[in-house]
């Protein structure tokens, strides 16, 4: 079976990448399995650029097909922020970074809360250098408290598709369905069955 790399070492997003492709002709690594490889800095201005830039950087490392993905939230009410710099936008740890966002958005309507998850994932395959890329979304709103201990970054503050359910309190398998990032992992998935095998 040919190797595919998941290119991160975040925890939290190898089993939202790895489990569509469960049942694919691919044996999954992620860079967890490969300690010796630098990480590469993202210096793009788009989540497509930092998704082909990561997978391009770590496939050449490699020499494994790579996939890697960029993703982020974008809020309505912040003009699309933070969108691609999201991992960066505040600072502390993630439950510090919601406590203050949700301060900025404290005098923001309910009607006005509307935000996204995007995620862009891109394959490169260091053998033919061809780079693919596909898009996943999820709409929702942003809450105004800080909801459940599940998921992980904003998933917590975010109402997914509105439902009355945050990230935090989805279970791991609905929002394994539901997200961004998985939505963009099915589309990965018919992309490397039809391209890659």
């Known amino acids: 079976m040919r190797e595919l790399l998941i290119a991160t070492k975040n925890i939290g997003k190898i ?5 569509p492709l469960e049942g694919t002709p691919f044996t999954i690594v992620s860079l967890l399995d490969m300690p010796g490889v630098e990480e590469v800095e993202e210096t793009g201005h788009t989540y497509e650029e930092n998704a082909i830039l990561k997978a391009t950087a770590y496939g050449k490392k490699t020499g494994i097909l790579a996939l890697a993905d960029d993703s982020g939230l974008e809020i309505d009410a912040l003009g699309g922020e933070p969108g691609v710099q999201t991992a960066y936008f505040l600072s502390g740890t993630y439950q510090e970074k919601m ?3 949700l301060e900025m958005l404290r005098d923001v309507p309910d009607s ?4 996204r998850f995007r995620s862009v994932v891109a394959v490169y395959d260091p053998g033919t ?8 979304v999820v709409e929702g709103s942003i809450t105004r408290e800080i909801r459940g201990e599940n998921g992980f970054g904003y998933d917590p503050i975010f109402d997914y598709e509105n439902s009355g359910k945050t990230g935090g309190e989805n279970a791991r398998e609905e929002k394994l369905l539901l997200s961004h990032r998985a939505r963009a992992m099915q589309k990965a998935r018919e992309i490397l069955l039809k391209e890659f095998v």
């Open 129 to 136: 250098d061809t780079v693919r890329t596909c898009e996943g």
């Open 99 to 101: 406590t203050k966002l």
């Open 112 to 115: 006005e809360r509307g935000a």
């Open 15 to 19: 089993p939202e990448m790895a489990m």
